[in-house]
């Protein structure tokens, strides 16, 4: 018995010291690249936020506001502020240059060279779901706005659609000549890893610019119908709530206490320029 036993003990080693050397053989490579996969989640997450940019940039310049950015503009921006060194300054024309102060010092291979070889071209701006240059593409028509065809025209509502902004980066192959432990790298080699990111919202939706345009919108009777029966129902509203409040404000009774339908400038809600620093 003691034999039989001693044969097996010694067969579930060697099982145990083959499936060890079959995982490590998965495992240590996967291990030995983590490194480099962090970099390329990292530039992942960097390049969400920057179709996020690109998309809600188109929000506040737009021609309903002012003007739409130059795709030469937004595009140096992006590069700048999502992909160059992370404690790049915000400055108007700012635009990054190919050498390593104005690279992210985590991006780079093993070889010390960055992911990014060249912002002009590796990081590139569209429009739309065709990838398009032209702006003209992010817009994707929409009829959920149909039913309200008069309060659309009547508000000034654009029925351009839904806006897409996309960020595209290419990353550099590591070097055909790199040699790493356990041959970890040469899967990224010849990877040819392209990210592509992109970010849908409404553009261009009606707003106001101060309280009195809200008013002139609004005070079109097909939108706001209490704008033409108000100065015939305040008067009778106003009479109702004096006779009701008669018994709390005696002697002195306010005669002009109504809801004051179709009044729009007596419900603005305005800050006093005092409180305002």
């Known amino acids: 018995m003691s034999a039989?036993?001693?044969i097996g003990l010694r067969a579930q080693r060697g099982q145990s010291l083959t499936e060890f050397v079959i995982i490590a053989l998965v495992l240590v490579p996967l291990f030995l690249a983590l490194p480099l996969l962090a970099k390329y989640?990292?530039?992942?997450?960097a390049t969400e936020m920057a179709g996020r940019y690109v998309a809600f940039d188109g929000t506040t310049r737009n021609p309903g506001t002012s003007a739409w950015k130059t795709p030469e503009q937004l595009n140096g921006e992006v590069q700048r502020r999502f992909f160059s060194n992370p404690d790049a300054p915000i400055k108007t024309g700012d635009t990054p240059g190919d050498f390593k102060a104005h690279q992210n010092l985590y991006w780079r291979d093993p070889e010390d060279k960055s992911l990014?070889?060249?912002?002009?071209?590796?990081?590139?701006?569209?429009f739309g779901e065709s990838l398009a240059a032209d702006r003209g593409a992010a817009f994707k028509s929409s009829h959920d706005g149909d039913p309200f065809i008069v309060a659309r025209n009547q508000l000034n509502l654009?029925?351009?659609?839904?806006?897409?902004g996309?960020?595209?980066?290419?990353?550099?192959n590591l070097s055909s000549n790199l040699v790493g432990p356990t041959k970890s790298y040469d899967f990224f080699k010849n990877v040819?890893?392209?990210?592509?990111?992109?970010?849908?919202?409404?553009?261009?939706?009606?707003?106001a610019k101060s309280a009195a345009d809200v008013e002139d919108h609004l005070k079109n009777p097909l939108i706001y119908p209490a704008v033409a029966v108000g100065p015939v129902i305040n008067p009778l509203v106003d009479a109702g709530v004096a006779i009701m409040e008669m018994p709390r404000y005696l002697p002195g009774v306010c005669l002009n206490c109504g809801t004051k339908v179709g009044e729009l400038d007596y419900w603005r809600d305005e800050v006093p320029a005092d409180r305002i620093r």
Do not use: C, K, P
């Open 192 to 207: 040819n890893l392209r990210m592509t990111r992109h970010t849908t919202v409404l553009v261009d939706a009606w707003s």
């Open 116 to 126: 990014i070889r060249n912002f002009g071209s590796d990081i590139r701006i569209s």
């Open 166 to 172: 996309n960020v595209t980066v290419t990353l550099a």
């Open 4 to 6: 039989r036993l001693s």
């Open 41 to 45: 989640q990292d530039i992942a997450q």
């Open 158 to 164: 654009e029925n351009t659609g839904m806006y897409r």
